[in-house]
């Protein structure tokens, strides 16, 4: 772990509640968030499962607590795509616990990019893409933040359609907004990814090498924010309630002129994670487990 100072991200943090740190509740808070988390998953997914047991395997439903208890008691294989190379399997977990690897889908190779985004790319300047993901973005905080930022930069900026903005073909030039464009083609030939930390946008922006600027939002994507701050390979998470244009644009800034050990740390995770085989790992343990049922 490098310190913000040694990894070069010294810019200051958003003022307001450092959300994103984790709380430590110990061993036994710990256990018990857990489990509790673990049964709502499980209930909110029980109606759908019990309809493919029902339709397709032919078999009576599950119990509101049957399901979880027998995937904690039973040797069930619990996978997740989640490489350890960014979270180390935790001490304490069972065997039937997996880190397979991310679940990474192999790229479409009918797709083409589209003669405006071929064009934009080609030009001196730099791009930063913006990836939200699915996550619903204010369209004032791309408007009155990020681009502004940007352009103080001296970037241009592809990013994903948001409602809300409109761009007038030939206004906006430095601006390019697409409705689709797979995330490991878009990575591999921007100089910096801005994204809100959501696991698979965090999988390809680290199997690209490609420097961030982390914005998570909510949820689980301020723990990858942290994984990531923590394994020195982005800096420190922004806060988007508090963020200014200057506040991101110096974290443009220092994202684009990275630490000798950052960028080391980027190409070493990139190799690693271009050698997992996360599905295949996945597929091969459940394999192992029906055949010895």
């Not at 192999?106 to 934009?120: I, K, M, V």
């Not at 801005?194 to 949820?219: D, K």
């Not at 942290?226 to 800034?253: C, H, S």
Request: proline fraction near 8%; hydrophobic fraction near 45%.
């Amino acid at each position: 772990h490098l310190s913000p100072v040694e990894s070069n991200w010294s810019y200051p943090r958003p003022i307001g509640p450092f959300w994103w740190q984790r709380r430590r509740w110990g061993a036994w808070g710990n256990w018990f968030s857990h489990a509790a988390i673990d049964q709502l998953f499980w209930l909110s997914l029980r109606p759908e499962i019990n309809a493919w047991r029902k339709e397709e395997l032919q078999l009576p439903p599950a119990g509101w607590w049957r399901g979880w208890r027998r995937s904690h008691t039973d040797g069930v294989p619990i996978l997740f795509g989640i490489s350890p190379a960014i979270l180390p399997f935790p001490q304490g977990w069972p065997a039937t616990h997996s880190l397979t690897g991310f679940w990474l889908a192999e790229p479409d190779l009918a797709w083409e990019p589209s003669s405006p985004l071929q064009n934009f790319l080609q030009h001196d300047q730099p791009v930063v893409f913006l990836g939200f993901g699915s996550h619903i973005v204010s369209a004032a905080l791309i408007r009155d933040v990020v681009i502004p930022a940007a352009r103080r930069c001296r970037l241009r900026v592809v990013m994903n359609r948001v409602a809300g903005l409109d761009f007038v073909p030939g206004q906006d030039t430095d601006i390019l907004a697409v409705d689709f464009v797979p995330y490991r083609w878009i990575f591999e030939r921007v100089a910096l990814v801005v994204h809100h930390c959501g696991v698979g946008t965090v999988a390809e922006a680290l199997r690209a090498a490609v420097p961030m600027v982390l914005v998570p939002f909510s949820g689980e994507q301020r723990f990858w924010a942290e994984r990531l701050w923590d394994a020195g390979v982005a800096g420190i998470p922004l806060n988007p309630q508090a963020l200014t244009v200057e506040t991101l644009a110096t974290a443009f800034e220092q994202a684009l002129v990275a630490n000798p050990k950052v960028r080391q740390k980027q190409q070493e995770l990139a190799f690693h994670l271009r050698q997992e085989e996360g599905v295949t790992r996945a597929v091969t343990i459940m394999e192992q487990h029906f055949a010895a049922c």
